[in-house]
């Protein structure tokens, strides 16, 4: 399974961004799929969750409201579409695929197959 994500970019307090993960490979291996995103010096941390149908999805406390994920499964891709953005969402966001049901889904260690990264800036 390969992930790439991409989308990112400068943007205003208060715009939108959606950042997208295309997958690739054995996608017939895939149970779920996350967002995480990471500044310098900090843990990498859990943003959104879907489960590879579409129709469970979780998120951080400090996204909800904001950003929506989303699965279209026709294209393998996964989106993240983030709103109302704050100078504090300011991160690299990772793309990562889980082949397994857990229920830790927002723990970096649920995940087996991570995108490179694409770095999002909120300016104020």
């Known amino acids: 399974v390969q992930l790439q994500a991409f989308g990112g970019g400068l943007v205003q307090a208060g715009g939108s961004l959606r950042l997208s993960c295309a997958v690739s490979?054995?996608?017939?291996?895939?149970?779920?799929m996350g967002w995480f995103r990471q500044t310098p010096g900090k843990e990498r941390e859990f943003v959104a969750h879907i489960n590879w149908s579409g129709d469970s999805t979780y998120y951080a406390d400090s996204v909800k409201g904001r950003f929506t994920i989303s699965r279209v499964s026709a294209k393998n891709t996964v989106y993240l579409q983030m709103n109302s953005l704050k100078p504090e969402d300011t991160a690299v966001y990772y793309c990562a695929a889980d082949r397994e049901y857990g229920s830790r889904w927002y723990e970096r260690g649920e995940y087996d197959y991570w995108g490179q990264g694409t770095l999002v800036t909120v300016s104020s």
């Open positions: 490979g054995s996608t017939f291996s895939i149970y779920a």
